[in-house]
């Protein structure tokens, strides 16, 4: 290297060194001498790990070097390097490795990344904040939701001794009355069961007892549950009794398959058609379908409802039926279990739910 060249380096904006296969440092530039805060003479010679962190050290020997050596180079490479005080400097390395009359050396620029390092160090603290609140919002609701069943389930059973006439005759006006309580008591529970259902799936309190289980059984188990509602709707029923076995919990896996055939009764008018499907998806896992003929989703809501509290804005969610939970707890076991749950419909054509689970 000529004096000019080398002299231009020494104050290059980057830091330089080079050194040979032996890692004995063969130059370095005042720039990142400077920056680590040594002297020339306490580097020269000196094996290229003094100026690493320990962790760095173990990263140039496992990973680092030998990458150089394979490919020749490496590019944007994030290493940890320590000043003569101690300190941790943050660098991306670039590096490429050549032959000269048999000597390898291997030349190395590193930049210093204060932005990045702040920006990472900003998003970490944002991350565990937000996580931090979460968790609190999911104990909040947990507890809130505890302490309200409480009265709520008092509210329901005086209603039914009044409709029962344990306090002397009711009169139907009166009974109106109570049954609108009633429905509303009904209504309230269900949606503070859900909401401690979501906050204790969310803040990871729910176990999951993974078996091998027949879909056949759940599917058996299930439909008896809405089959007087369809009735009562006129809807037909196609369902084919799968031999598949999946992995899942049975509980969880019955609660998410009564949540999508609960929804298709509901959303599906007079007449209509309710079909189960099991299909292979992929080689390991198994897909079950409840597809209906019923009012659908429009488009930028199918992925939306999903979330908590989301309902389209249908004569049900104006009639105060339904939480909008149901969906949100439903996708969160599927994946809990290991699965997944999808929507596909258009307004008007009716709905395809897709839970997919591996197979047993
Ligand atoms: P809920 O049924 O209690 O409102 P869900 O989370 O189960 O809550 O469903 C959220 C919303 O998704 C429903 O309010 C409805 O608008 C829409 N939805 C769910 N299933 C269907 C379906 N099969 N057909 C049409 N809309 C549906």
Same mark, same amino acid.
């Given at each position: 290297?000529?004096? +000019? $060249? !080398? &002299?231009?380096?020494?104050? =290059?904006?980057?830091? *330089? ?8 440092? /063969? ?100 991350? +565990? $904040? !937000? &996580?931090?609140?979460?968790? =609190?919002?999911?104990? *909040? ?8 069943? /409480? ?210």
């Amino acid at each position: 290297m000529s004096e +000019t $060249a !080398a &002299d231009k380096l020494d104050h =290059a904006p980057c830091g *330089f060194v080079s050194f040979g296969d032996d890692s004995r440092i /063969t130059y370095i530039n005042s720039t990142l001498l400077d920056r680590l805060g040594y002297p020339i003479e306490e580097l020269a010679g000196k094996h290229v790990e003094t100026i690493l962190t320990v962790p760095a050290r173990i990263f140039h020997q496992t990973h680092f070097f030998p990458l150089v050596k394979l490919h020749g180079r490496a590019q944007e490479v994030f290493m940890l390097l320590r000043t003569r005080e101690g300190d941790d400097v943050g660098m991306l390395c670039n590096a490429v490795r050549h032959e000269r009359d048999g000597i390898a050396t291997t030349e190395c620029v590193f930049m210093e990344v204060h932005e990045r390092r702040k920006f990472e160090d900003a998003l970490l603290q944002a991350r +565990t $904040a !937000a &996580d931090e609140a979460n968790k =609190a919002k999911s104990n *909040f609701l947990a507890v809130m939701s505890h302490e309200l069943r /409480t009265p709520l389930n008092a509210i329901g059973g005086y209603v039914q001794l009044l409709e029962m006439g344990v306090h002397g005759p009711v009169t139907q006006p009166q009974l109106d009355a109570l049954a609108r309580i009633d429905r509303s008591q009904r209504h309230l529970l269900r949606l503070i069961n859900d909401v401690l259902n979501l906050a204790r799936i969310e803040s990871g309190r729910v176990d999951y007892v993974s078996e091998t289980v027949k879909l056949a059984d759940v599917i058996g188990d299930t439909l008896p549950m809405v089959e007087p509602q369809m009735a009562s709707k006129n809807l037909r029923l196609e369902s084919k009794v799968p031999s598949d076995l999946v992995k899942a919990d049975r509980e969880k896996l019955q609660q998410v398959v009564l949540n999508l055939l609960t929804n298709a009764t509901k959303f599906t008018p007079s007449g209509g058609t309710v079909t189960v499907e099991v299909k292979p998806h992929g080689a390991a896992e198994v897909m079950l379908s409840v597809i209906d003929t019923g009012i659908g989703i429009p488009e930028d809501m199918v992925n939306k409802i999903f979330e908590p509290f989301v309902q389209v804005d249908t004569s049900h969610a104006r009639a105060g039926e339904g939480t909008g939970l149901g969906l949100a707890i439903s996708r969160d076991l599927a994946r809990g279990m290991g699965g997944d749950l999808w929507a596909e419909s258009r307004l008007g054509a009716g709905s395809a739910f897709h839970l997919v689970l591996q197979r047993g």
